[in-house]
């Protein structure tokens, strides 16, 4: 089926220091989301970004967070400064739209350690 | 707000068994649901979704899902599990005018042989 690509898959990190994710979505797909899972626990929902702008974000969106997709290249997720609590797995999901239902195709995940 | 429960955070079956994961959820409006299986390590896979039509969607693998607007639940359900059916399922909740994709907090299947 459709592959979404993350990179990388680990990274650990300086607290403090930028960190930048990314996510190489399905080729036609025109929606793009970021969720955020801590120890194999719930699927927190981040942000999702259409059109080359952010569509919805949720609180755990905090202001050194940020997202962008330029030229149609990666989707990346961007932390700077990271702390402690941005500790987590990444995911990275697209969907083709609405019509579809919003079928999400996830990547294999981005684990962040920040120490 | 739209919200999604999983009540059963663990379930352990044996192998050949049959099993429900349950899945309630609080909207007012036209949603659709979903359910995602993430194998440990890594990410989510679609299984199936229900919007309208008959409430009874069937999925991958086997699984199938019942929506009840009654009961505001929409249950997984295979007939007889596989080993390979271990894994987190999580159900998952989007209203018809947004794009948000919210997720319950999973529910463990353990299939022991």
């Known amino acids: 089926g459709p592959k979404v690509l993350q990179i990388p898959s680990h990274q650990i990190i300086d607290m403090g220091q930028m960190v930048t994710l990314n996510c190489d979505p399905v080729s036609n797909h025109l929606y793009f989301y970021w969720y955020k899972q801590i120890l194999g626990q719930q699927m927190e929902f981040l942000v999702n970004?259409?059109?080359?702008?952010?569509?919805?974000k949720s609180k755990l969106f905090k202001d050194q967070f940020s997202v962008e997709r330029p030229d149609g290249s990666y989707f990346t997720l961007k932390i700077q400064p990271t702390a402690l609590e941005d500790s987590a797995v990444y995911f990275c999901?697209?969907?083709?739209?609405?019509?579809?239902?919003?079928?999400?195709?996830f990547g294999e995940g981005s684990r962040l350690i920040v120490v | 707000t739209q919200t999604v429960s999983q009540s059963d955070a663990h379930v352990t079956v044996f192998e050949g068994d049959s099993v429900e994961l349950r899945c309630n959820y609080s909207?007012?409006?036209?949603?659709?649901l979903s359910w995602y299986i993430q194998h440990h390590g890594h990410g989510l896979q679609f299984l199936l979704k229900?919007?309208?039509?008959?409430?009874v969607v069937q999925g991958v693998n086997g699984f199938e899902a019942e929506f009840s607007k009654s009961d505001s639940s929409f249950h997984l359900r295979k007939a007889s599990v596989h080993w390979s059916d271990s894994a987190v399922y999580f159900c998952a909740v989007r209203s018809s005018n947004t794009n948000k994709v919210v997720f319950g907090t999973g529910t463990r299947l353990q299939v022991l042989p």
């Open positions: 909207y007012g409006g036209s949603i659709y």
């Open positions: 970004f259409y059109n080359g702008k952010v569509m919805e």
């Open positions: 229900y919007y309208s039509g008959n409430p």
């Open positions: 999901a697209s969907s083709l739209g609405r019509k579809s239902g919003n079928t999400l195709y």
